[in-house]
C-alpha cells in the first residue's frame, strides 16, 4: 500500500536568477509542478510516495524523471512521450519573492495524458490520493484524471484536491471556476489558497467557504494564509494557526502551498485517521507541522529543491519551542 499516489503535472520551473555580465536575464532550471512538489515534500518527510503523469522524451523530462527517483517516488506511472515536450513555466520573481508565470504548454506532455495510459493500479493501492486542477485544463488529462479519482475514491483512498488556479492556461475565470469547482464533490479533504476562497466557493469569508465546501461533502477544508499561516477546518470545529516564526527570510515562495500541502498530508497519512475523525488539537498539530515545512521550503530558490526533511522540520519545531 503506497502512502500517497498523486497525479498532475510534472514541468521544469526556470526561475529568474539574476542576470549574465552582459545585462540578459538569467533562468535558473528547476524541476516543478504542484503535485510533484507535493509528493517531494512527503516523500522527504518519509512517506512512500508514487507519481502520475506524463512528460516528454526529452532533456527536460528525463531530467525531471531522475529527480522524482532520487527523491524516492515511485516513477511508474509517469509516461515519457516522443511526440510531445515537456511543460516549462517561466516564473519571473518580485523582490518579496512572490511569482508571476508564463507557461510553455501549448500542448505540454503534462496536458495529453490518456486514460490508457493511466496506472489505475496506482491508484487503487493507496491511502491517499490527490489531484491539482491544472491537469483539469485540456483534454485528454481532465477526463483521465477524473477516471483516476473514480478509481481511487472506489478504492476506499481518502481522495485529496488542490484547485491550483493559474489564469494564463485557462481561457477565461469562469471557465476556471467552473471546471475546477465541478470535481469538488470527490474530494474528502481540499487545500485552497486565500486569494483562490471566492473562486472556488463563491464565499469572501474563510468560515462561509468552509461551509460551502462541506456542503459539497467535503469533510476537511484547509485555506492557506501566506505569512498569517492556515486556517483548517472540518464540521464541528476549525483551527486559525499563525506561523511560527514571521521574520524567516523569504528568497522564493515557488512550491510553498506545496510544501504545507506535503507536510499537512504526512501528519494525515501518519496519524491513520480519515479526514472526518479530526478534531481540534489534530487540526492544530497538523497544521502547526505544515507551517513549519513551508516556512522551510520559501528560504530556498525553486519548489521541489527546496524541500525539507523530517529532521529539519523537527528542528525547526524544537528551536521555536524553546
Known amino acids: 500500500m503506497i502512502d500517497i499516489v498523486a497525479m498532475g503535472e510534472l514541468l521544469i520551473d526556470f526561475t529568474y536568477h539574476g542576470r549574465s555580465e552582459n545585462g ?31 512528460v516528454g ?44 508565470f508564463s507557461f510553455a504548454r501549448k500542448p505540454g ?4 495524458l490518456s486514460t490508457c495510459e493511466v496506472k489505475f493500479e496506482m491508484a487503487g493501492k493507496c491511502k491517499i490520493f490527490h489531484f491539482g486542477s491544472l491537469s483539469l485544463t485540456n483534454e485528454p488529462s481532465r477526463s483521465a484524471t477524473i477516471e483516476a479519482v473514480k478509481a481511487a475514491k472506489n478504492a476506499g483512498a481518502i481522495i485529496s484536491y488542490d484547485p491550483n488556479y493559474r489564469a494564463p492556461l485557462w481561457k477565461s475565470e469562469n471557465e476556471a471556476a467552473e471546471i475546477m469547482q465541478s470535481v469538488l464533490h470527490f474530494a474528502d479533504i481540499v487545500k485552497i489558497s486565500e486569494e483562490e476562497v471566492e473562486l472556488i466557493t463563491g464565499e469572501s469569508s474563510l468560515e462561509a467557504a468552509a ?8 469533510s476537511c477544508a484547509v485555506v492557506t494564509l501566506g505569512k498569517d499561516g492556515a486556517y483548517t477546518a472540518v464540521k464541528d470545529t476549525f483551527a486559525l494557526v499563525p506561523i511560527l516564526d514571521p521574520d524567516v527570510p523569504v528568497v522564493d515562495t515557488t512550491g510553498a502551498g506545496d510544501a504545507f500541502w506535503g507536510g499537512f498530508l504526512y501528519k494525515l497519512a501518519v496519524s491513520g485517521l480519515r479526514p472526518n475523525d479530526l478534531g481540534e488539537a489534530q487540526l492544530k498539530d497538523f497544521t502547526e507541522f505544515a507551517n513549519a515545512v513551508a516556512s522551510l521550503c520559501i528560504q530556498k530558490r525553486g ?11 523537527e528542528d525547526f519545531l524544537g528551536r521555536k519551542g524553546e
Open 303 to 313: 519548489g521541489i529543491p527546496a524541500m525539507p526533511t523530517i529532521s529539519m522540520v
Open 109 to 112: 506532455a503534462d496536458t495529453c
Open 24 to 54: 540578459t536575464r538569467l533562468f535558473e532550471q528547476n524541476p516543478g509542478g504542484a503535485p510533484a512538489n507535493m509528493l517531494c515534500a512527503a516523500s522527504n518527510l518519509g512517506l512512500s510516495t508514487a507519481f502520475i503523469g506524463k
Open 57 to 100: 522524451k526529452d532533456m527536460h523530462g528525463d531530467y525531471l524523471r531522475s529527480v522524482l527517483e532520487e527523491k524516492g517516488v515511485n516513477t511508474g506511472g509517469l509516461i515519457s512521450a516522443e511526440d510531445v515536450f515537456t511543460t516549462l513555466a517561466f516564473v519571473e520573481l518580485s523582490e518579496t519573492g512572490e511569482r508571476k
Open 211 to 218: 461551509g460551502a465546501l462541506f456542503q459539497k461533502g467535503i
